[in-house]
């Protein structure tokens, strides 16, 4: 199960009521351990992207940075990856210890350290800093390359990334979170006369059990191993969705930008001293989603001139500018994120959550 709380939703820059990129994935196991049930403090989670003010944005969530497993960042630019050296520093001050992973360009890691070189930023955790170009380098004509996190002996992340196409180097993360359980065969113990006693949970824990008459259990014959796999799509920016062509045909949820309408877009190369942003429309993203059979599709990273309210009558730019264009052309479920939307993804559906 995967929780997501959009952090920022806004390009570019920040408005009144959208602050710059950032996505929080919470990474819980449903089957707990030994048929316990999950943890509420047990929610290690994956941050994509750092705008500015991330961490101002936290504390107005539940989600304690104490926890946070791995941070992926997209891309160098500032609405992208301000708000990390802050973010960090904070961590550092309220007394973090465990190590940390983040997956980021080059670039990152020079920012971060030149930060740290001219602030007197010290960090008392580890950090295992994944250049994404060093992921490349041996194998320059390969599209993706994955890194793989054990959160725990049962609980595994792999993230994906992807290039994609943007004014800088940018790149998507497939987060695919395996969680292993072993299923107790109930049925087949109750149909031998078994009681359900302690004896259940050393076998559903993979222990052989010596019954008081002395019969023996072995754990394999009442038990079987189960995977539970969800896959998710944070897309960095990009301009060419058709890139993740081959690594959408099996996620459960696309997350991704639709700056502007296509309109907008039009408009800004129509101009004499035209200068191609490279982002994707409204249209071309919904138009993917619809070729590649996505059931499930968030937008987010809009432009600060579309008003956070959804008014087709209005000719002020608003949401419901970028909801018509994109039900043109795709019929899945589709939410337009605003800041502090949670939503919940399991292996049967994407579901939105009360804030």
């Given at each position: 199960?995967?929780h997501?709380?959009?952090?920022?939703?806004?390009?570019?820059?920040?408005?009144?009521?959208?602050?710059?990129?950032?996505?929080?994935?919470?990474?819980?196991?449903?089957?707990?351990?030994?048929?316990?049930?999950?943890?509420?403090?047990?929610?290690?989670?994956?941050?994509?992207?750092?705008?500015?003010?991330?961490?101002h944005?936290?504390?107005?969530?539940?989600?304690s940075?104490?926890?946070?497993?791995?941070?992926?960042?997209?891309?160098?630019?500032?609405?992208?990856?301000y708000?990390?050296?802050?973010?960090?520093?904070?961590?550092?001050?309220?007394?973090?210890?465990?190590?940390?992973?983040?997956?980021?360009?080059?670039?990152?890691?020079?920012?971060?350290?030149?930060?740290?070189?001219?602030?007197?930023?010290?960090?008392?955790?580890?950090?295992?800093?994944i250049?994404?170009?060093?992921?490349?380098?041996?194998?320059?004509?390969?599209?993706?390359?994955?890194?793989s996190?054990?959160?725990?002996?049962?609980?595994?992340?792999?993230?994906?990334?992807?290039?994609?196409?943007?004014?800088?180097?940018?790149?998507?993360?497939?987060?695919?979170?395996?969680?292993?359980?072993?299923?107790?065969?109930?049925?087949?113990?109750?149909?031998?006369?078994?009681?359900?006693?302690?004896?259940?949970?050393?076998?559903q824990?993979?222990?052989?059990?010596?019954?008081?008459?002395?019969?023996?259990?072995?754990?394999?014959?009442?038990?079987?191993?189960?995977?539970?796999?969800?896959?998710?799509?944070?897309?960095?920016?990009?301009?060419?969705?058709?890139?993740?062509?081959e690594?959408?045909?099996?996620?459960?949820?696309?997350?991704?930008?639709?700056?502007?309408?296509?309109?907008?877009?039009?408009?800004?190369?129509?101009?004499?001293?035209?200068?191609?942003?490279?982002?994707?429309?409204?249209?071309?993203?919904?138009?993917?989603?619809?070729?590649?059979?996505?059931?499930?599709?968030?937008?987010?990273?809009?432009?600060?001139?579309?008003?956070?309210?959804?008014?087709?009558?209005?000719?002020?730019?608003?949401?419901?500018?970028?909801?018509?264009?994109?039900?043109?052309?795709?019929?899945?479920?589709?939410?337009?994120?605003?800041?502090?939307?949670?939503?919940?993804?399991?292996?049967?559906?994407?579901?939105?959550?009360?804030?």
């Amino acid at each position: 199960m995967l929780h997501l709380t959009f952090l920022g939703t806004s390009a570019g820059v920040p408005t009144k009521k959208r602050n710059v990129t950032a996505l929080a994935i919470e990474c819980l196991n449903p089957f707990g351990s030994a048929g316990n049930p999950a943890s509420k403090k047990n929610k290690p989670w994956v941050l994509v992207d750092c705008g500015e003010a991330t961490q101002h944005q936290l504390l107005k969530t539940n989600i304690s940075s104490h926890q946070l497993a791995v941070i992926c960042i997209t891309h160098v630019h500032g609405d992208h990856c301000y708000g990390l050296p802050g973010l960090l520093a904070s961590m550092a001050m309220s007394g973090r210890k465990e190590s940390l992973t983040i997956i980021a360009p080059q670039a990152i890691k020079q920012f971060l350290e030149a930060v740290k070189a001219n602030t007197e930023l010290y960090f008392p955790f580890e950090v295992e800093f994944i250049t994404i170009e060093s992921l490349f380098e041996t194998t320059e004509l390969a599209q993706s390359h994955t890194v793989s996190v054990p959160l725990s002996t049962t609980h595994q992340l792999d993230i994906e990334v992807i290039k994609l196409s943007h004014r800088v180097e940018s790149y998507a993360f497939k987060i695919t979170q395996t969680v292993q359980t072993i299923k107790l065969n109930i049925e087949k113990l109750k149909a031998e006369g078994v009681e359900p006693t302690a004896a259940w949970g050393r076998l559903q824990a993979g222990e052989d059990v010596t019954l008081p008459d002395g019969s023996q259990l072995k754990s394999l014959d009442y038990t079987q191993r189960v995977a539970q796999v969800l896959k998710v799509i944070v897309a960095g920016d990009n301009d060419n969705p058709q890139l993740l062509s081959e690594a959408a045909k099996d996620v459960d949820l696309l997350v991704y930008e639709a700056t502007y309408t296509q309109a907008v877009a039009d408009k800004i190369m129509s101009r004499e001293d035209a200068f191609d942003p490279m982002h994707t429309t409204a249209k071309r993203i919904a138009s993917f989603a619809h070729s590649a059979q996505l059931n499930n599709l968030i937008l987010t990273h809009f432009s600060a001139r579309y008003q956070p309210y959804d008014d087709p009558e209005s000719k002020t730019p608003n949401m419901a500018d970028i909801r018509l264009e994109v039900e043109q052309y795709y019929h899945g479920n589709l939410w337009l994120a605003r800041d502090f939307m949670r939503f919940e993804v399991t292996h049967k559906a994407v579901n939105q959550l009360p804030n």
